[in-house]
């Protein structure tokens, strides 16, 4: 039996350590030329795939596959973009399974969150009952650490390092100006159904009373009055108010503070920045001078200050699944298994797709605070850990160097474009 060749494909929102999930992933790839052929890699992701633009990633060295390691963003490109299910678009699965039988692919590696995890499952179902089995993997990544089985997501504890270094600067400044300047200053952070993000920077804190003085969570309601008075409050007494919102941050009944009317291409709510509807609210109902910033993609791509524990993990799970692959395994997700006890250690499991696909791991509620503004010390014992270490890239000229690849793409096979 002759030896299958493997694609992998980045998806959804990309983070500062998915490529190095990638560089697992190939390196181990190229350990295991036993049992694994040639490693193609999507060109913009899932894309690639149904478009047949296969990356051939041979063509690239050593040197720059190593890079990836250090190296944020997608490198091979990634997309939002949601395969309907089966049911509404058969089409779509049975075009994957085409190009993978075309090009002699056996093994389909899928980087990313939920949804990804959705449509590893489906293609593993669906090729065995097209006479042509796929053994997919799904590699887990995601900024908003909302997986299950999973004890954290790679990609969240370099953006949680960033939002903790980022409050804690921002609220040294806001403090050395508040007697004649800003009042209040908010932080608008990504999280849009789980506040796993905004909890991280109450990372900032050394001590009771440090900035930030009140964080918003998607899993509590936002109740206006009493987020008014806390902050009027604290501006008396300390005489300025740090605040890190969670762009997903909502009334009792579910409207998003910021909900744009809009919904994007996986059919999530668009929303229109929580940071300046806050900052409008402070300035009307309290009169008080505001600054608001957004985080943005600038959480996500801070490679310059990535957790050394997440570039760990992000490298590990690609590995792994290349591994677990190697040996046969199915449907299953490489996942982040936390050991017991003082100091933090890790393991890797296999989690069934089935019990991952789909499933939202929200912010525990022993992780909040009582008054719903802040986090637990059981928040910051398990926050804490994922934000050790530096992992800093090689710098030229004063600023980061990263891996540039050739991106070479394969000779299509098939006849048939694919429109999407």
């Not at 039988?101 to 090729?127: M, P, R």
């Not at 796993?196 to 009140?214: C, M, N, S, Y």
């Not at 997440?310 to 190697?326: I, N, P, Q, T």
């Not at 986090?375 to 934000?387: C, D, F, N, Q, S």
Request: net charge negative.
């Amino acid at each position: 039996m002759s030896k299958k060749n493997a694609f992998y494909a980045q998806s959804g929102g990309v983070t500062a350590v998915i490529n190095a999930s990638a560089c697992g992933v190939i390196e181990a790839a190229r350990e295991n030329q036993d049992k694994i052929g040639k490693v193609y890699a999507g060109l913009n992701g899932i894309l690639g795939a149904l478009r047949e633009e296969l990356i051939d990633v041979s063509q690239e060295s050593v040197e720059d596959i190593a890079a990836l390691r250090h190296t944020p963003s997608g490198a091979f490109g990634s997309c939002r973009y949601k395969l309907k299910s089966l049911e509404e678009n058969r089409a779509e699965y049975e075009r994957l399974i085409e190009v993978f039988k075309a090009h002699d692919i056996g093994y389909f590696f899928y980087n990313g969150g939920g949804d990804s995890a959705d449509t590893c499952l489906k293609v593993s179902q669906l090729s065995e009952t097209m006479g042509y089995p796929i053994q997919a993997i799904h590699i887990p990544k995601t900024v908003d650490n909302d997986l299950p089985l999973t004890d954290n997501c790679p990609g969240f504890g370099s953006v949680a390092k960033y939002v903790a270094v980022s409050t804690k600067e921002a609220a040294m400044d806001v403090a050395s100006m508040c007697a004649t300047s800003t009042k209040v200053f908010i932080l608008e952070v990504m999280g849009r159904h789980a506040g796993w993000i905004a909890a991280a920077g109450a990372l900032a804190q050394e001590e009771e009373g440090d900035a930030p003085h009140i964080i918003l969570f998607p899993e509590v309601a936002f109740d206006k009055e009493k987020f008014l008075a806390k902050v009027q409050k604290t501006v008396d007494e300390k005489g300025y108010c740090v605040i890190v919102a969670s762009e997903g941050a909502q009334y009792e009944d579910g409207t998003f503070l910021a909900d744009a009317g809009t919904t994007d291409a996986f059919g999530h709510k668009q929303l229109g920045g929580v940071a300046p509807t806050l900052a409008n609210m402070i300035k009307s109902e309290l009169g008080l001078k505001y600054h608001w910033a957004l985080a943005d993609y600038l959480q996500r791509a801070a490679r310059h200050i990535a957790s050394a524990t997440d570039v760990e993990h992000a490298y590990a799970v690609g590995r792994a699944a290349v591994e677990m692959a190697a040996a046969g395994k199915n449907a299953i997700m490489p996942a982040i298994i936390r050991a017991e006890g003082e100091e933090y250690s890790w393991s890797i499991a296999e989690a069934p797709l089935s019990e991952v696909a789909n499933v939202e791991k929200f912010m525990p509620k022993e992780y909040i605070s009582e008054d719903g503004f802040g986090i637990t010390e059981a928040g910051r014992e398990y926050l804490l850990p994922l934000i050790q270490g530096e992992d800093y890239p090689p710098y030229k000229n004063g600023v980061p160097q990263y891996a540039k690849l050739k991106k070479q793409l394969v000779e299509k096979k098939l006849d048939t474009e694919f429109k999407v």
